[in-house]
């Protein structure tokens, strides 16, 4: 049996964002620089070379069986842009594109790849990050830290997409349209979610019959919630925005 290989001969990850510079990314509306506007930049590019199984759907490039194959991609790219504009008001958007490379295709058109990925507001109850209310398309949802990255500060090669259990069937790219309350409480960080799942039938997928085996459903579809919380032990998780971001 010929085993699957894959080697990332590069992966690239820049980051650009100038927290501090004033006259960069970053504008300040007040004088402290407390208020402000802010842009970051990410981009991922991989390199990668496939020994593939014979006759496996990833052996196939233009209808013909490949013995070994390479490509170069963008697996992420993406634009944040931030604006704290009180103290305790804040807006987020995130607009970008996912695995893109030569043999990407949709619906016949190469160029259709972006989208927004996140476009959110917010408002905290308080000073200390114990409460804060948000509402938008948003990443934020339950089951694990995985299901709601911060791309930037993954601590893997990759996320692992079984951890987002229902990515592109209900969603937007794990995004839902949610309201949601998050905060840290001492140790305990916590988020409480309620979302309005888009259906199964706008996935652009072929969709299986109804019968007895279990999918998602077609109709009567109803509102979400889901519950989060963990302990940190050692440092704390940054609450800038909803995505599990790695510990301060």
């Not at 990443?139 to 990515?167: C, E, H, K, M, Y």
């Not at 305990?188 to 199964?200: A, E, K, Q, T, V």
Request: glycine share 8%; hydrophobic share 35%.
């Amino acid at each position: 049996m010929t085993f699957v290989r894959m080697v990332y001969l590069v992966m690239f990850t820049i980051t650009g964002g100038y927290a501090q510079q004033q006259n960069g990314l970053r504008f300040a509306l007040n004088e402290s620089g407390s208020h402000y506007f802010q842009f970051t930049f990410l981009n991922q590019t991989w390199l990668r070379f496939n020994q593939n199984n014979p006759g496996s759907l990833g052996s196939l490039v233009e209808g013909e069986s490949q013995k070994n194959t390479f490509d170069i991609g963008l697996r992420r790219t993406r634009i944040q842009m931030f604006r704290k504009i009180t103290d305790r008001a804040f807006l987020y958007f995130q607009f970008g594109q996912n695995n893109f490379n030569a043999q990407y295709n949709s619906n016949g058109n190469r160029k259709i790849a972006t989208f927004f990925h996140d476009t959110l507001c917010e408002y905290s109850f308080a000073e200390d990050n114990t409460l804060k209310i948000g509402a938008g398309l948003t990443i934020a949802t339950g089951l694990s830290r995985f299901t709601q990255p911060g791309i930037s500060s993954i601590l893997t090669t990759d996320v692992p997409v079984f951890a987002q259990t229902t990515v592109d069937q209900t969603d937007i790219f794990s995004r839902k349209l949610s309201v949601y309350a998050r905060g840290q409480l001492g140790k305990f960080d916590y988020r409480f979610i309620l979302s309005d799942p888009f259906p199964i039938t706008s996935s652009v997928t072929n969709l299986p019959p109804i019968g007895n085996d279990a999918n998602f459903a077609q109709k009567n579809i109803h509102y979400g919630n889901r519950l989060i919380s963990s302990i940190s032990f050692l440092n704390r998780n940054h609450t800038l925005h909803p995505t599990w971001q790695e510990p301060i």
